[in-house]
Protein backbone atom coordinates (compact mmCIF):
# COMPACT_ATOMS: atom_id res chain seq x y z
CA UNK A 1 0.00 0.00 0.00
CA UNK A 2 1.03 3.40 -0.97
CA UNK A 3 1.10 5.42 2.80
CA UNK A 4 2.50 8.70 3.80
CA UNK A 5 3.54 9.86 7.59
CA UNK A 6 3.60 13.29 8.12
CA UNK A 7 6.08 14.41 10.73
CA UNK A 8 9.09 12.73 10.96
CA UNK A 9 10.43 12.59 14.81
CA UNK A 10 11.02 9.81 16.78
CA UNK A 11 7.48 8.35 16.26
CA UNK A 12 6.81 9.14 12.29
CA UNK A 13 10.44 8.30 11.53
CA UNK A 14 10.38 4.86 12.84
CA UNK A 15 6.66 4.71 11.79
CA UNK A 16 7.45 5.16 8.13
CA UNK A 17 10.45 2.90 8.26
CA UNK A 18 8.61 0.26 10.13
CA UNK A 19 5.82 0.36 7.53
CA UNK A 20 7.93 0.13 4.77
CA UNK A 21 9.33 -3.30 6.40
CA UNK A 22 6.06 -4.33 6.15
CA UNK A 23 6.26 -4.54 2.62
CA UNK A 24 4.20 -1.03 2.11
CA UNK A 25 5.86 2.42 -0.21
CA UNK A 26 6.45 5.21 2.17
CA UNK A 27 7.34 8.72 1.98
CA UNK A 28 7.95 10.57 5.04
CA UNK A 29 7.56 13.96 5.36
CA UNK A 30 8.54 16.44 7.39
CA UNK A 31 8.94 20.79 7.26
CA UNK A 32 12.84 20.17 8.30
CA UNK A 33 15.22 19.89 5.58
CA UNK A 34 18.13 18.93 7.54
CA UNK A 35 15.97 16.41 9.00
CA UNK A 36 14.83 15.12 5.58
CA UNK A 37 18.35 15.34 4.16
CA UNK A 38 19.90 13.23 7.38
CA UNK A 39 17.15 10.68 7.10
CA UNK A 40 17.53 10.26 3.03
CA UNK A 41 21.41 10.20 3.77
CA UNK A 42 20.01 6.53 5.92
CA UNK A 43 21.19 8.72 8.94
CA UNK A 44 18.89 8.44 12.28
CA UNK A 45 18.63 12.02 13.75
CA UNK A 46 18.16 10.92 16.92
CA UNK A 47 19.87 7.70 19.02
CA UNK A 48 17.54 4.90 18.81
CA UNK A 49 18.75 1.50 18.83
CA UNK A 50 18.33 -0.91 15.66
CA UNK A 51 16.79 1.72 14.05
CA UNK A 52 19.84 3.20 11.59
CA UNK A 53 19.88 -0.31 10.51
CA UNK A 54 16.25 -0.49 10.05
CA UNK A 55 16.57 2.87 7.72
CA UNK A 56 19.35 1.93 5.58
CA UNK A 57 17.45 -1.60 4.89
CA UNK A 58 14.30 -0.17 4.20
CA UNK A 59 15.55 2.74 2.15
CA UNK A 60 17.56 0.08 0.12
CA UNK A 61 14.66 -1.45 -1.16
CA UNK A 62 13.40 1.61 -2.52
CA UNK A 63 9.97 1.72 -0.97
CA UNK A 64 10.90 4.23 1.75
CA UNK A 65 11.87 7.86 0.85
CA UNK A 66 11.06 11.57 2.69
CA UNK A 67 10.11 14.64 1.36
CA UNK A 68 9.44 18.10 2.61
CA UNK A 69 7.05 18.88 -0.07
CA UNK A 70 3.47 17.36 1.29
CA UNK A 71 2.72 17.39 -2.45
CA UNK A 72 4.77 14.15 -2.53
CA UNK A 73 1.97 12.22 -0.19
CA UNK A 74 -0.78 12.68 -2.94
CA UNK A 75 -1.27 9.12 -4.05
CA UNK A 76 -1.03 7.44 -0.99
CA UNK A 77 -4.56 5.43 0.88
CA UNK A 78 -3.27 6.29 4.50
CA UNK A 79 -1.63 9.34 5.83
CA UNK A 80 -0.57 8.90 9.03
CA UNK A 81 -0.23 12.29 11.02
CA UNK A 82 2.92 11.68 13.52
CA UNK A 83 3.88 15.46 14.53
CA UNK A 84 4.49 16.56 18.05
CA UNK A 85 1.74 18.02 20.60
CA UNK A 86 4.29 19.74 23.17
CA UNK A 87 3.22 21.55 26.34
CA UNK A 88 2.02 24.86 25.55
CA UNK A 89 4.51 27.85 27.28
CA UNK A 90 2.93 28.69 30.41
CA UNK A 91 0.40 25.99 30.15
CA UNK A 92 -0.94 22.52 31.07
CA UNK A 93 -2.77 22.41 27.82
CA UNK A 94 -1.05 20.52 24.41
CA UNK A 95 0.12 22.68 21.62
CA UNK A 96 -1.95 21.49 18.09
CA UNK A 97 -0.91 23.83 15.99
CA UNK A 98 1.63 21.18 14.14
CA UNK A 99 -1.67 18.38 13.95
CA UNK A 100 -3.87 21.85 12.81
CA UNK A 101 -0.73 22.54 10.08
CA UNK A 102 -0.26 18.68 9.58
CA UNK A 103 -4.38 18.49 8.51
CA UNK A 104 -4.33 21.68 6.88
CA UNK A 105 -1.85 20.84 4.22
CA UNK A 106 -2.96 17.17 3.27
CA UNK A 107 -6.19 18.72 2.54
CA UNK A 108 -4.93 19.76 -0.73
CA UNK A 109 -3.58 16.22 -1.75
CA UNK A 110 -6.02 14.40 -0.27
CA UNK A 111 -8.66 12.51 -2.08
CA UNK A 112 -12.21 10.48 -1.38
CA UNK A 113 -11.98 6.89 0.08
CA UNK A 114 -8.13 7.82 1.35
CA UNK A 115 -8.06 8.12 5.45
CA UNK A 116 -6.40 10.24 7.52
CA UNK A 117 -4.67 8.52 10.85
CA UNK A 118 -3.86 10.15 13.72
CA UNK A 119 -1.62 8.64 15.81
CA UNK A 120 0.01 11.84 17.86
CA UNK A 121 -1.13 12.28 21.32
CA UNK A 122 -3.74 14.52 21.65
CA UNK A 123 -6.60 15.93 24.09
CA UNK A 124 -10.28 14.16 23.61
CA UNK A 125 -11.96 15.71 21.18
CA UNK A 126 -9.36 16.78 18.64
CA UNK A 127 -10.29 13.60 16.44
CA UNK A 128 -13.97 14.35 16.18
CA UNK A 129 -13.13 17.93 15.01
CA UNK A 130 -10.34 17.57 12.88
CA UNK A 131 -12.50 14.32 11.17
CA UNK A 132 -15.46 17.13 10.55
CA UNK A 133 -12.72 19.60 8.95
CA UNK A 134 -12.04 16.77 6.80
CA UNK A 135 -14.83 15.37 5.72
CA UNK A 136 -16.36 18.89 5.21
CA UNK A 137 -13.77 19.64 3.10
CA UNK A 138 -12.76 16.75 1.03
CA UNK A 139 -16.36 14.23 1.19
CA UNK A 140 -15.48 10.77 1.40
CA UNK A 141 -12.52 10.84 2.94
CA UNK A 142 -12.31 9.50 6.50
CA UNK A 143 -10.19 10.11 9.70
CA UNK A 144 -9.44 7.60 12.25
CA UNK A 145 -7.14 8.00 15.40
CA UNK A 146 -4.33 4.75 15.83
CA UNK A 147 -2.61 6.15 19.10
CA UNK A 148 0.87 4.59 19.49
CA UNK A 149 2.68 3.66 22.61
CA UNK A 150 6.23 2.62 21.54
CA UNK A 151 8.48 3.63 23.93
CA UNK A 152 12.14 5.24 23.03
CA UNK A 153 15.00 3.01 23.03
CA UNK A 154 12.75 -0.03 21.80
CA UNK A 155 10.87 2.08 19.09
CA UNK A 156 11.49 -0.21 16.22
CA UNK A 157 10.74 -3.32 18.75
CA UNK A 158 7.20 -1.51 19.45
CA UNK A 159 6.35 -0.62 16.34
CA UNK A 160 6.53 -3.73 14.46
CA UNK A 161 5.54 -5.65 17.41
CA UNK A 162 2.99 -4.01 19.19
CA UNK A 163 1.08 -5.26 22.51
CA UNK A 164 -2.23 -4.23 21.16
CA UNK A 165 -3.49 -2.38 18.02
CA UNK A 166 -6.31 0.72 18.93
CA UNK A 167 -7.96 1.63 16.05
CA UNK A 168 -10.52 4.81 16.80
CA UNK A 169 -13.16 4.94 13.89
CA UNK A 170 -15.95 7.05 12.37
CA UNK A 171 -19.22 5.30 12.89
CA UNK A 172 -21.42 3.99 10.73
CA UNK A 173 -20.03 2.14 7.27
CA UNK A 174 -16.91 4.37 6.91
CA UNK A 175 -15.81 2.72 10.04
CA UNK A 176 -15.68 -0.41 8.44
CA UNK A 177 -13.62 1.05 5.86
CA UNK A 178 -11.12 2.64 7.76
CA UNK A 179 -10.57 -0.65 9.89
CA UNK A 180 -10.05 -2.45 6.87
CA UNK A 181 -7.40 0.15 6.10
CA UNK A 182 -5.68 -0.17 9.24
CA UNK A 183 -5.99 -4.00 9.07
CA UNK A 184 -4.28 -3.80 5.54
CA UNK A 185 -1.32 -1.66 6.74
CA UNK A 186 -0.92 -3.54 9.91
CA UNK A 187 -1.57 -7.41 7.80
CA UNK A 188 1.17 -8.88 9.37
CA UNK A 189 0.50 -7.43 12.90
CA UNK A 190 -2.68 -8.31 12.61
CA UNK A 191 -1.87 -11.83 11.45
CA UNK A 192 0.27 -12.18 14.30
CA UNK A 193 -2.96 -12.43 16.13
CA UNK A 194 -2.05 -8.88 18.26
CA UNK A 195 -4.98 -8.01 20.41
CA UNK A 196 -7.42 -5.54 18.51
CA UNK A 197 -9.08 -2.84 19.97
CA UNK A 198 -11.60 -1.12 17.86
CA UNK A 199 -13.69 2.21 19.04
CA UNK A 200 -14.82 5.34 18.33
CA UNK A 201 -12.43 8.42 17.94
CA UNK A 202 -12.84 9.70 22.00
CA UNK A 203 -12.12 6.45 23.49
CA UNK A 204 -9.27 5.55 21.33
CA UNK A 205 -7.45 9.26 21.96
CA UNK A 206 -8.25 8.62 25.99
CA UNK A 207 -6.90 4.94 25.80
CA UNK A 208 -3.77 7.04 24.95
CA UNK A 209 -3.64 9.46 27.72
CA UNK A 210 -4.90 7.20 30.43
CA UNK A 211 -1.89 4.38 29.73
CA UNK A 212 0.59 7.15 29.97
CA UNK A 213 -1.16 8.61 33.46
CA UNK A 214 -1.72 5.05 34.85
CA UNK A 215 2.37 4.69 34.20
CA UNK A 216 2.95 8.08 35.54
CA UNK A 217 0.79 7.23 38.69
CA UNK A 218 2.34 3.42 39.01
CA UNK A 219 6.03 5.73 39.49
CA UNK A 220 4.40 8.02 41.74
CA UNK A 221 3.10 5.64 43.85
CA UNK A 222 6.76 4.11 44.48
CA UNK A 223 8.39 7.20 44.78
CA UNK A 224 5.89 8.38 47.36
CA UNK A 225 6.22 5.03 49.17
CA UNK A 226 10.30 6.16 48.91
CA UNK A 227 9.50 9.00 50.95
CA UNK A 228 7.82 6.77 53.12
CA UNK A 229 10.58 4.19 53.60
CA UNK A 230 12.71 7.20 53.56
CA UNK A 231 11.21 8.34 57.10
CA UNK A 232 11.25 4.90 58.29
CA UNK A 233 14.32 3.52 57.35
CA UNK A 234 12.51 1.00 55.30
CA UNK A 235 13.87 -0.17 52.29
CA UNK A 236 11.84 0.47 48.81
CA UNK A 237 13.54 -2.00 46.21
CA UNK A 238 12.49 -4.82 48.59
CA UNK A 239 8.98 -3.39 49.02
CA UNK A 240 8.42 -2.91 45.45
CA UNK A 241 9.82 -6.45 45.02
CA UNK A 242 7.69 -7.98 47.67
CA UNK A 243 4.54 -6.75 45.81
CA UNK A 244 5.37 -6.56 42.24
CA UNK A 245 4.83 -10.58 43.00
CA UNK A 246 1.50 -9.96 43.23
CA UNK A 247 0.61 -10.33 39.71
CA UNK A 248 -2.22 -7.82 39.87
CA UNK A 249 0.35 -4.81 40.78
CA UNK A 250 3.19 -5.98 38.94
CA UNK A 251 7.04 -5.27 39.31
CA UNK A 252 7.64 -2.93 36.54
CA UNK A 253 7.13 0.53 36.15
CA UNK A 254 7.75 0.43 39.92
CA UNK A 255 11.58 1.00 39.99
CA UNK A 256 11.86 4.11 42.45
CA UNK A 257 14.07 7.12 41.90
CA UNK A 258 14.44 10.41 40.10
CA UNK A 259 10.65 9.94 38.74
CA UNK A 260 9.88 10.08 35.25
CA UNK A 261 10.81 12.58 32.64
CA UNK A 262 11.04 12.84 28.54
CA UNK A 263 8.95 14.26 26.20
CA UNK A 264 5.57 12.25 26.81
CA UNK A 265 4.35 11.51 30.47
CA UNK A 266 5.13 14.62 32.26
CA UNK A 267 3.27 16.72 29.30
CA UNK A 268 0.63 14.23 29.15
CA UNK A 269 -0.38 14.11 32.12
CA UNK A 270 -1.06 18.14 32.50
CA UNK A 271 -2.45 17.93 29.14
CA UNK A 272 -5.36 15.27 30.16
CA UNK A 273 -5.67 17.70 33.33
CA UNK A 274 -6.16 20.84 31.78
CA UNK A 275 -8.59 18.84 29.09
CA UNK A 276 -10.77 17.62 31.97
CA UNK A 277 -10.84 21.37 33.11
CA UNK A 278 -12.05 22.81 29.93
CA UNK A 279 -15.05 19.40 30.22
CA UNK A 280 -15.75 20.74 33.90
CA UNK A 281 -14.38 16.71 34.69
CA UNK A 282 -11.46 18.22 36.42
CA UNK A 283 -12.09 16.59 39.92
CA UNK A 284 -11.48 13.58 38.26
CA UNK A 285 -7.85 13.39 37.58
CA UNK A 286 -6.76 16.05 40.37
CA UNK A 287 -4.97 13.14 41.91
CA UNK A 288 -2.63 13.79 38.69
CA UNK A 289 -1.77 16.94 40.54
CA UNK A 290 -0.43 14.77 43.35
CA UNK A 291 1.45 12.38 40.48
CA UNK A 292 3.18 15.55 39.37
CA UNK A 293 3.86 17.10 42.63
CA UNK A 294 5.19 13.46 44.00
CA UNK A 295 7.44 13.07 40.89
CA UNK A 296 9.44 16.94 40.64
CA UNK A 297 10.01 16.33 44.44
CA UNK A 298 11.92 13.41 43.76
CA UNK A 299 14.31 16.00 42.28
CA UNK A 300 14.91 18.46 44.96
CA UNK A 301 15.58 15.35 47.62
CA UNK A 302 18.16 14.32 45.42
CA UNK A 303 19.60 17.69 45.79
CA UNK A 304 19.45 17.47 49.33
CA UNK A 305 20.52 13.95 49.38
CA UNK A 306 23.81 15.23 47.48
CA UNK A 307 23.93 18.33 50.21
CA UNK A 308 23.67 16.26 53.06
CA UNK A 309 26.34 13.71 51.70
CA UNK A 310 28.83 16.83 50.86
CA UNK A 311 28.85 17.92 54.94
CA UNK A 312 25.92 20.37 54.41
CA UNK A 313 27.55 22.41 51.70
CA UNK A 314 27.76 22.20 47.84
CA UNK A 315 29.92 25.16 47.43
CA UNK A 316 32.93 24.36 45.40
CA UNK A 317 32.23 21.04 45.61
CA UNK A 318 32.95 18.79 42.77
CA UNK A 319 29.94 16.34 41.27
CA UNK A 320 30.47 13.85 38.61
CA UNK A 321 26.91 13.34 37.29
CA UNK A 322 26.42 10.08 34.98
CA UNK A 323 23.68 10.15 32.65
CA UNK A 324 21.68 13.30 31.22
CA UNK A 325 19.07 11.35 28.98
CA UNK A 326 15.86 11.03 30.78
CA UNK A 327 16.53 7.26 30.20
CA UNK A 328 18.91 5.08 29.44
CA UNK A 329 19.10 3.95 25.09
CA UNK A 330 18.10 7.13 24.66
CA UNK A 331 19.67 10.55 23.92
CA UNK A 332 16.35 12.63 24.39
CA UNK A 333 16.83 15.37 27.20
CA UNK A 334 13.54 17.05 27.34
CA UNK A 335 12.38 16.93 30.90
CA UNK A 336 15.25 15.42 31.78
CA UNK A 337 15.21 14.73 36.03
CA UNK A 338 19.24 14.12 35.66
CA UNK A 339 19.75 17.50 34.14
CA UNK A 340 17.39 19.02 36.18
CA UNK A 341 19.37 18.12 39.39
CA UNK A 342 22.87 18.67 37.77
CA UNK A 343 21.61 22.31 36.91
CA UNK A 344 20.08 22.67 40.22
CA UNK A 345 23.38 21.38 42.17
CA UNK A 346 25.42 24.09 39.54
CA UNK A 347 23.29 26.44 40.07
CA UNK A 348 23.98 26.29 44.65
CA UNK A 349 27.49 26.30 43.87
CA UNK A 350 28.88 23.18 43.18
CA UNK A 351 31.21 22.21 40.30
CA UNK A 352 29.03 19.79 38.14
CA UNK A 353 30.42 17.74 35.58
CA UNK A 354 27.92 16.13 33.11
CA UNK A 355 28.76 12.90 31.28
CA UNK A 356 26.45 10.35 29.00
CA UNK A 357 26.65 7.76 26.43
CA UNK A 358 24.58 9.60 23.98
CA UNK A 359 23.30 12.74 25.08
CA UNK A 360 26.47 15.01 25.60
CA UNK A 361 25.87 16.57 22.49
CA UNK A 362 21.92 17.93 23.22
CA UNK A 363 22.57 18.17 27.01
CA UNK A 364 25.61 20.93 25.62
CA UNK A 365 23.50 22.72 23.22
CA UNK A 366 20.79 23.20 26.45
CA UNK A 367 22.52 23.83 29.14
CA UNK A 368 25.83 25.24 28.35
CA UNK A 369 26.64 25.94 31.49
CA UNK A 370 27.31 22.87 33.00
CA UNK A 371 30.37 20.93 32.55
CA UNK A 372 30.84 17.69 30.21
CA UNK A 373 33.12 14.86 29.92
CA UNK A 374 33.09 11.99 27.40
CA UNK A 375 33.57 8.99 29.41
CA UNK A 376 32.72 8.52 33.35
CA UNK A 377 35.83 8.11 34.34
CA UNK A 378 37.04 11.61 33.18
CA UNK A 379 33.46 13.24 34.76
CA UNK A 380 34.48 11.25 38.20
CA UNK A 381 37.84 12.66 38.31
CA UNK A 382 38.91 14.47 41.38
CA UNK A 383 34.99 14.22 42.06
CA UNK A 384 34.03 14.94 45.62
CA UNK A 385 30.76 13.13 45.17
CA UNK A 386 29.13 10.81 42.04
CA UNK A 387 25.60 10.59 41.16
CA UNK A 388 24.22 8.39 39.27
CA UNK A 389 21.20 9.95 37.74
CA UNK A 390 19.95 7.64 34.31
CA UNK A 391 20.57 4.15 34.87
CA UNK A 392 22.74 3.46 31.39
CA UNK A 393 24.00 -0.23 31.52
CA UNK A 394 27.91 1.15 31.31
CA UNK A 395 27.04 2.43 34.84
CA UNK A 396 25.75 -0.10 35.93
CA UNK A 397 28.47 -2.84 35.02
CA UNK A 398 31.73 0.51 36.76
CA UNK A 399 33.53 -1.48 38.91
CA UNK A 400 33.85 0.63 42.10
CA UNK A 401 37.52 -0.49 42.77
CA UNK A 402 39.05 0.69 39.77
CA UNK A 403 36.41 3.60 39.76
CA UNK A 404 36.98 4.49 43.30
CA UNK A 405 40.62 5.21 42.69
CA UNK A 406 39.63 8.02 40.40
CA UNK A 407 37.13 9.99 42.96
CA UNK A 408 38.61 12.28 45.80
CA UNK A 409 35.75 11.00 47.97
CA UNK A 410 34.28 7.57 47.81
CA UNK A 411 30.56 8.99 47.53
CA UNK A 412 28.32 7.47 45.19
CA UNK A 413 24.64 8.68 45.53
CA UNK A 414 21.97 6.08 42.99
CA UNK A 415 19.30 8.06 41.88
CA UNK A 416 17.55 5.11 40.21
CA UNK A 417 18.47 2.40 42.50
CA UNK A 418 20.73 0.75 40.03
CA UNK A 419 23.69 -0.17 41.54
CA UNK A 420 24.61 -2.96 43.59
CA UNK A 421 24.97 -1.27 47.63
CA UNK A 422 26.84 -4.31 48.65
CA UNK A 423 29.64 -4.19 45.67
CA UNK A 424 29.76 -0.54 46.34
CA UNK A 425 30.00 -0.28 49.86
CA UNK A 426 32.80 -3.46 50.27
CA UNK A 427 34.81 -1.30 47.76
CA UNK A 428 34.88 1.67 50.25
CA UNK A 429 31.92 3.47 48.82
CA UNK A 430 29.80 5.30 51.19
CA UNK A 431 26.41 4.46 49.11
CA UNK A 432 23.08 6.51 49.14
CA UNK A 433 19.87 5.96 47.21
CA UNK A 434 16.54 7.48 47.11
CA UNK A 435 14.18 5.39 49.71
CA UNK A 436 16.90 3.28 51.27
CA UNK A 437 18.68 3.37 54.09
CA UNK A 438 22.47 4.56 53.70
CA UNK A 439 25.24 1.69 52.73
C1 LIG B 1 6.24 6.51 27.40
C2 LIG B 1 5.35 5.25 27.48
O1 LIG B 1 6.03 4.26 28.26
C3 LIG B 1 5.08 4.71 26.08
O2 LIG B 1 4.21 3.59 26.17
C4 LIG B 1 4.43 5.82 25.26
O3 LIG B 1 4.16 5.38 23.93
C5 LIG B 1 5.37 7.01 25.20
O4 LIG B 1 5.62 7.47 26.54
C6 LIG B 1 4.71 8.09 24.40
O5 LIG B 1 3.69 8.63 24.87
O6 LIG B 1 5.11 8.32 23.26
P1 LIG B 1 8.87 6.92 27.06
O7 LIG B 1 8.57 8.38 27.23
O8 LIG B 1 9.76 6.47 25.96
O9 LIG B 1 7.50 6.10 26.87
O10 LIG B 1 9.53 6.46 28.43
P2 LIG B 1 9.20 5.43 29.59
O11 LIG B 1 9.93 4.17 29.36
O12 LIG B 1 7.75 5.34 29.85
O13 LIG B 1 9.90 6.18 30.81
C7 LIG B 1 9.43 7.45 31.24
C8 LIG B 1 10.20 7.94 32.43
O14 LIG B 1 9.84 7.19 33.58
C9 LIG B 1 11.72 7.86 32.32
O15 LIG B 1 12.26 9.07 32.79
C10 LIG B 1 12.08 6.70 33.22
O16 LIG B 1 13.35 6.85 33.78
C11 LIG B 1 10.99 6.80 34.29
N1 LIG B 1 10.71 5.53 35.00
C12 LIG B 1 10.25 4.45 34.31
C13 LIG B 1 10.89 5.45 36.37
O17 LIG B 1 11.30 6.43 37.02
N2 LIG B 1 10.61 4.27 37.01
C14 LIG B 1 10.16 3.19 36.35
O18 LIG B 1 9.92 2.16 36.99
C15 LIG B 1 9.98 3.28 34.96
Redesign the pocket.
Known amino acids: MRISVIGCG??GAVHAASMAELGHEVVGIDVDERKVATLRDARAPFYEPGFEDLLRCTLGTGRLSFSTDVADAAGARVHFLCVGTPQKHGEYGADLRYVDAAVESLLSVLQPGELVAGKS?VPVGTAARLAELVEGKVPGALLAWN?????????VE?TLHPDRLVYGLPAGPDGEVARQLLDEVYAPIVARGTPQVTTDHATAEMV?TA??SF??T??SF??AMAELCEATGADVKLLADAIGYDDRIGR??????????????PK?IRAFMARAGELGADQALTFLREVDNINMRRRIRMVELAREVLDGSLLGKRVAVLGAA???D?D?IRD??ALNVAAQLQLQGAVVCVTDPAAVENSRREWPHLDYAATPEEAAADADAVLVL??WRQYRELDPVAFGALVRQKRVLDG?NALDRETWTAAGWTYRALGRRAG
Open positions: YLTPEFLREGFADKANLAKIINKFLNAGLGFGGGCLDFKPSDSPTER
